[in-house]
């Protein structure tokens, strides 16, 4: 359960990036107040997930997943870069999410 925990954790922290974007430095009511929800429902589930796994390897799944989703969802939706170098680097990424999740027992 730790694991689903932290995977839906990692997918609240894409979720409160985007919203801290479309917030527009929380200066837009709505945005704001979902992305302050999405930060509060990110860390109670990984708060959750430390129960079970180890701190450094959910904190860097955790970042791992923001990071590697916000990445996709600025290509897929705000014409983000999709230079060769840039999506190397965030295979490199998922590539350590998954190393992590195979060497933790």
Same mark, same amino acid.
């Given at each position: 359960?730790?694991?689903?925990?932290?995977?839906?954790?990692?997918?609240?922290?894409?979720?409160?990036?985007?919203?801290?974007?479309?917030?527009?430095?929380?200066?837009?009511?709505?945005?704001?107040?979902?992305?302050? =929800?999405?930060?509060?429902?990110? @860390?109670? /589930?990984? %708060?959750?997930? &430390?129960? *079970?796994?180890? !701190?450094?390897?959910?904190?860097?799944?955790?970042?791992?997943?923001?990071?590697?989703?916000?990445?996709?969802?600025?290509?897929?939706?705000? =014409?983000?870069?999709?230079?060769? @170098?840039? /999506?190397? %680097?965030?295979? &490199?990424? *998922?590539?350590? !999410?998954?190393?992590?999740?195979?060497?933790?027992?």
């Amino acid at each position: 359960m730790a694991w689903i925990y932290l995977f839906v954790a990692g997918l609240t922290e894409i979720a409160w990036a985007i919203g801290m974007k479309q917030s527009e430095g929380f200066t837009r009511l709505w945005p704001s107040v979902f992305t302050l =929800s999405a930060i509060a429902v990110s @860390l109670f /589930l990984l %708060s959750l997930a &430390l129960r *079970g796994i180890p !701190i450094g390897t959910a904190y860097a799944v955790w970042a791992g997943i923001g990071t590697v989703g916000t990445a996709l969802v600025g290509i897929v939706f705000f =014409s983000e870069s999709t230079d060769l @170098l840039r /999506l190397a %680097s965030i295979g &490199l990424i *998922g590539a350590g !999410i998954v190393g992590l999740k195979l060497v933790t027992p």
